[in-house]
């Protein structure tokens, strides 16, 4: 596994734009898999966005498409994720992620809290 650590989040007003980092620790960071997770109050946990080895392996959930770009940096060991024309319903608990390819989730950070104000 991996160790995570997210920072980033506030509280932001609709239309407005937050970055999030994750900065990963204790193995080859390359290899992994990295994604975007959030939970708001009462709701499931759901998929925002994950990267491959490279920029051109990633994939986001339809609802933050074109809004949200997720980035990575392999020397920093440290993935982004970028939030523009954010939304009220965007205001979650976010959480970064790690996995190998073809596995499931096994290393997750502590979350950092995003709240946008209408």
């Known amino acids: 596994q991996v160790q995570l650590v997210e920072s980033g989040g506030g509280l932001v007003q609709a239309g407005g734009s937050l970055r999030l980092s994750c900065a990963a620790s204790?193995?080859?960071?390359?290899?992994?898999?990295m994604g975007w997770f959030r939970q708001a109050p009462g709701k499931e946990r759901e998929f925002v966005a994950a990267?491959?080895?490279?920029?051109?392996?990633?994939y986001y959930a339809d609802s933050v498409k074109g809004r949200f770009t997720i980035s990575r940096d392999n020397l920093k060991n440290t993935v982004y994720l970028q939030m523009n024309s954010l939304k009220p319903e965007d205001t979650a608990n976010y959480y970064c992620?790690?996995?190998?390819?073809?596995?499931?989730?096994?290393?997750w950070g502590q979350g950092t809290q995003v709240t946008v104000s209408s």
């Open positions: 992620a790690a996995k190998t390819a073809g596995f499931e989730y096994d290393s």
């Open positions: 204790g193995r080859t960071f390359s290899n992994y898999v």
């Open positions: 990267i491959g080895w490279s920029a051109y392996s990633a």
